[in-house]
C-alpha cells in the first residue's frame, strides 16, 4: 500500500477549476477524477473515458441519480468518504478503464449534428 500511495502523490496535480478548454486536455491526462458526482464532470470523464472517485455521503438529491448510473455501470469508484480511499484505489481504477474498454465509444454528438445537417 506504501508503494502504491507514494506513486498517486508524485502523479497528482489538483485543480479546483479547470476552464472549458482545457477539460479535454485535463481529462486525457488523468488518472481519475476525484471529487463531487456533478453531472457534467461525470458525463465528461465518460467521454473522456476516464474513471471518476465520487463520495456517496452528502450527495444533493440531483446528483444521486449519477451515482447510480457510476456505480451501475462501473465507470468509477463510489466510496464513503473522499479522505479515506481504498488502498488498492490503482488496481480498482484499472478495472473502471477495462469497463470503458469493452463499451462502444460514445459518438452521440456527432451523431447528433450528423442528424441535424440532413435536415438543413
Not at 87 to 93: G, K
Amino acid at each position: 500500500m506504501q508503494g502504491e500511495v507514494e506513486t498517486i502523490q508524485k502523479r497528482c496535480n489538483v485543480e479546483g477549476f479547470i476552464g472549458a478548454t482545457n477539460i479535454r486536455k485535463h481529462f486525457h491526462d488523468a488518472i481519475c477524477v476525484l471529487g463531487k458526482p456533478g453531472p457534467g464532470v461525470v458525463a465528461e470523464a465518460a467521454v473522456c473515458q476516464v474513471p471518476v472517485v465520487i463520495e456517496r455521503d452528502g450527495v444533493m438529491p440531483q446528483e444521486q441519480s449519477v451515482v447510480d448510473w457510476v456505480e451501475s455501470n462501473g465507470t468509477g469508484i463510489i466510496v464513503d468518504n473522499l479522505e479515506d480511499l481504498p488502498p488498492d484505489l490503482l488496481h480498482r481504477l484499472e478495472v473502471c478503464r477495462s469497463v470503458f474498454l469493452s463499451h462502444p465509444q460514445n459518438r452521440a454528438v456527432f451523431e447528433v449534428a450528423d442528424f441535424l445537417q440532413t435536415l438543413l
